[in-house]
């Protein structure tokens, strides 16, 4: 785990608390792992990403079915049913390969990672524990800016000296943009994103600030936090300087800075089928950020999806897509059946799935009486409800396995 250590919302209701819901039916390893290392993390499954990696290790390693070889190849087997997942890192002799062989260019695009810092060098005079809103425990250190500061910050910030890319035509994932993107798209866009304060009481005021760093502990003992938003691409010595501007930050020790990475990914509306498999090559899946999917929880749905279709394969049966009613389902025919023209990866969002029938949440009189966040509630409540039984009619018509 790079970017962040953050397996995203628990909200049952929401995308992400769907998914998790649809993969625990499916007995997924890596969320098992990932609940087994949790870290506080308010209304987020967080995790200690060095235990967690030792958790999925040792599970993989221990297995009675997985033979564990270490080496790198340049282009698999494709004599025996083959799943590709080497991440968003891919080698170039591996990427280079796929691209030959699927006739198509690789593509990139830039994503970045925060900075973490030591516990013990966060100013707890200043800053406070909470969670936005109260929602789950008080999670999350608090660094909040007044005005003044706010400014001289952002000031800082776009000031600051960046890493040069090395491919420019090579785009920013817009959903994990750097901190310095965002802050230079207008001089509120921080306030309305990764600094906002809304829902955050300063103790000492019993107001909300003008604006908040939030940071989320990175590792079970404690001793790390790590700036929520805050992925970015600024030399490390601008980092020390601009983010210690940051009121309980001034005397921060870092124990990583933050960076920029490139990512690959396939065209996978033009190469993929909405089982992962590769359209013009036989016994060969892609899983994972190189399916095009974004995020360490829709990677390691994808990987249950690949497994799926390879174990129907190598059992002689048809490929059967996910239904597209599960979030599952229909964040992989997304991949299927997107513009190619304009692709790009993608999260996991209510938006993919088809509408709920007509009349099944009542929006008006839900609005009446509860307003916009009433109806949302609602209508993923129903969501996750039809999602799970399309789940489960899924499952049985796949054998006893399940």
């Known amino acids: 785990m790079v970017c962040s250590n953050s397996f995203k919302s628990d909200d049952p209701n929401s995308a992400t608390g769907i998914l998790k819901a649809e993969m625990r039916r499916m007995n ?17 499954l967080a995790v200690d990403r060095e235990a967690f990696s030792r958790t999925v290790t040792k599970a993989l390693k221990g297995h009675p079915n997985i033979q564990w070889e270490e080496a790198q190849i340049h282009a698999p087997d494709l004599g025996i049913p083959t799943i590709l997942a080497t ?48 929602k789950g425990g008080a999670d999350f250190i608090n660094c909040p800016l007044d005005k003044g500061q706010y400014e001289r910050f952002l000031d800082a910030l776009l000031a600051a000296e960046r890493v040069p890319l090395n491919d420019v035509d090579t785009p920013y994932f817009e959903a994990c943009l750097p901190i310095e993107v965002m802050a230079g798209r207008g001089r509120e866009t921080l306030r309305h994103g990764p600094m906002k304060p809304v829902g955050l009481d300063d103790p000492r005021t019993g107001r909300w600030p003008h604006a908040v760093v939030q940071l989320r502990q990175d590792t079970l003992a404690g001793e790390h936090f790590n700036l929520v938003g805050f992925q970015t691409r600024l030399k490390w010595g601008g980092q020390k300087e601009v983010f210690r501007l940051i009121p309980g930050l001034e005397h921060a020790e870092f124990a990583r800075f933050g960076s ?39 990677s390691a749905a994808g990987g249950l999806a690949a ?19 599960t979030v599952l389902g229909s964040l992989l025919h997304y991949l299927a059946h997107a513009s190619s023209k304009d692709f790009s990866p993608t999260n996991t969002m209510l938006g993919l799935l088809p509408p709920l029938p007509e009349g099944k949440v009542d929006t008006r009189g839900l609005k009446r009486a509860g307003g916009l966040r009433a109806v949302r509630a609602a209508k993923g409540e129903a969501h996750r409800q039809r999602a799970l039984e399309a789940l489960e009619g899924h499952l049985r018509s796949a054998g006893p396995a399940f």
Request: some cysteine; proline content about 7%; glycine content about 6%.
């Open 28 to 44: 997924s390893l890596v969320l098992s792992c990932a609940e087994a290392t949790r870290v506080p993390a308010g209304n987020s």
């Open 87 to 134: 991440g968003p890192l891919t080698p170039d002799p591996m990427a280079d390969w796929l691209a030959s062989i699927t006739g198509s260019d690789r593509l990139h695009f830039y994503d970045a990672i925060a900075p973490i810092v030591e516990r013990d060098s966060i100013d707890m005079g200043i800053s406070w524990m909470a969670a936005r809103y109260d």
């Open 260 to 298: 920029i990475h490139r990512n690959t990914y396939v065209q996978a509306p033009t190469i993929l089928d909405s089982t992962l498999a590769v359209k013009s090559i036989p016994n060969l899946w892609l899983a994972g950020q190189l399916s095009g999917v974004e995020g360490y929880l829709e």
């Open 307 to 325: 497994a799926f279709a390879v174990d129907r394969a190598v059992r002689g049966q048809t490929a059967q897509p996910f239904p597209a009613e």
